[in-house]
């Protein structure tokens, strides 16, 4: 399961738009070995845009508004 959650304000202390979670066990330090389950987060006011395929979207979605 993939979720891409699109915030129109900026919500983390950096520059880049784009970041991906996955599960993660902090106390024994583990992360889950299958990619069953992604966050991302796309945050449409960052300057930082990795790849053009991430640049399309924005456009795509600065578009819909």
Do not use: C
């Not at 784009?18 to 106390?27: N, T, Y």
């Not at 992360?31 to 966050?39: G, I, Q, S, V």
């Amino acid at each position: 399961m993939y979720s891409l959650n699109i915030l129109g304000y900026n919500h983390f202390d950096d520059d880049d738009a784009l970041r991906i979670f996955e599960l993660h066990d902090p106390e024994r330090k583990k992360r889950f070995e299958k990619r069953l389950l992604r966050l991302g987060y796309f945050e449409l006011k960052k300057p930082n845009i990795e790849t053009q395929n991430q640049k399309h979207w924005l456009i795509y979605l600065e578009v819909q508004k």
